[in-house]
Nanobody, 124 residues
Framework: QVQLVESGGGLVQAGGSLRLSCAASGRTFSSYLMGWFRQAPGKEREFVAAISKNGGTTYNGHSVKGRFTISRDNAKNTVYLQMNSLKPEDTAVYYC?????????????????WGQGTQLTVSS
């Protein structure tokens, strides 16, 4: 069992930056590939980014490529999402998720554990 708690969401102006954090507890954090998803009102949950167990490989969703960066600190059991050049369409609840298998996937059903989410609102 892995418990995930996101933090760092809030209200930011378009063009601004914010960093989300996701703290993990329970089983060995480094055993999990980690991902970030987001869900805007009335829309399906969307893949944002993922990072391999050792942090050596990252994957980005098309809509955030070049603006968002995922990273992890296995010593702190934490995964981060650095978000730059934010746009109003980035407004959503952001979730982190853990996957026990080593291959990355953009499909939410491929992740075993989820956090409760943190709200990001980008004003125009």
């Amino acid at each position: 069992q892995v418990q995930l708690v996101e933090s760092g969401g809030g209200l930011v102006q378009a063009g601004g930056s914010l960093r989300l954090s996701c703290a993990a507890s329970g089983r060995t954090f480094s055993s999990y590939l980690m991902g970030w998803f987001r869900q805007a009102p009335g829309k399906e949950r969307e893949f944002v980014a993922a990072i391999s167990k050792n942090g050596g490989t990252t994957y980005n969703g098309h809509s955030v490529k070049g603006r968002f960066t995922i990273s992890r600190d296995n010593a702190k059991n934490t995964v981060y999402l650095q978000m730059n050049s934010l746009k109003p369409e980035d407004t959503a609840v952001y979730y982190c998720a853990a996957r026990g298998l080593p291959l990355a996937t953009m499909t939410e059903s491929g992740y075993d554990y989820w956090g409760q989410g943190t709200q990001l609102t980008v004003s125009s």
